[in-house]
């Protein structure tokens, strides 16, 4: 079955750092985008950034720029998302998707949660 | 800009129609997409390009888009249907997504 499996979410203090982890199962993980969205509690998706399928071009929303780095190890089909200097703010359940034709999040993960506090 | 404005909310009894927008500027160059969110539960994609359907989404869900806004309609709505939906699209270019307010359906 093609499915997303992410892991790393927790209790982080203000100013700490969270690395989440996304495992791809049953599709060619090297040929798609990779995407992290997330949502804060009660809120809609925010789009937080991007990877090309070989991780040449990234692309972040500006409230992570600088402080969250988005890579991939396509030997292992995972997607990560290094955290740094976390706010409140940044508290969400976030999602990795696949994003075919880079654009479309045809499958998503089941979501981790990462409270800031 | 690249913001996506929806309605808060939209309520229909069962078998009617369901009509949700989405407006922004972006819309008038870039293709809309739509996710249908249930409580508790990870996005799913119904529609890509204005008004493709993926494998496995019901053909009562149909995506148009016209100027700079763009509108998912379920027809025959079911009780299953009842959830959050998000548009979102691209900005100009295409580096970026950017997500709709969203619409909280109810059947």
């Known amino acids: 079955e093609v499915q997303l499996v992410e892991s790393g979410g927790g209790l982080v203090q203000p100013g700490g750092s969270q690395r989440l982890s996304c495992v791809a199962f049953?599709?060619?993980?090297?040929?798609?985008?990779m995407t992290w969205v997330r949502q804060a509690p009660g809120k809609g998706l925010e789009w937080v950034a991007s990877?090309?399928?070989?991780?040449?071009?990234?692309h972040y929303v500006e409230s992570a720029r600088g402080r969250f780095t988005v890579s991939r190890d396509n030997t292992k089909n995972s997607l990560f998302l290094q955290m740094d200097s976390l706010t409140s703010d940044d508290t969400a359940v976030y999602y990795c998707?696949?994003?075919?034709?880079?654009?479309?999040?045809?499958?998503w993960g089941q979501g981790v949660l990462v409270t800031v506090s | 800009s690249y913001e996506l404005t929806q309605p808060p909310s939209v309520s229909v009894s069962p078998g009617q129609m369901a009509r949700i927008t989405c407006s922004g500027d972006?819309?008038?160059?870039?293709?809309a997409y739509w996710l249908q969110q249930k409580s508790g539960q990870a996005p799913v994609l119904v529609i890509f390009e204005d008004s493709k359907r993926p494998s496995g989404i019901p053909e009562r869900f149909s995506g148009s888009a016209s100027g700079t806004g763009a509108t998912l309609s379920i027809y025959g709505a079911q009780v299953d249907d009842a959830a959050d939906y998000f548009c979102y699209t691209t900005d100009r270019s295409g580096d970026r997504l950017v997500f709709g307010t969203g619409t909280k359906v109810s059947v």
């Open positions: 972006a819309l008038s160059k870039k293709f």
């Open positions: 049953e599709f060619n993980f090297n040929h798609f985008w």
């Open positions: 998707a696949r994003a075919r034709k880079k654009v479309d999040l045809d499958v």
């Open positions: 990877i090309r399928e070989d991780g040449s071009q990234k």
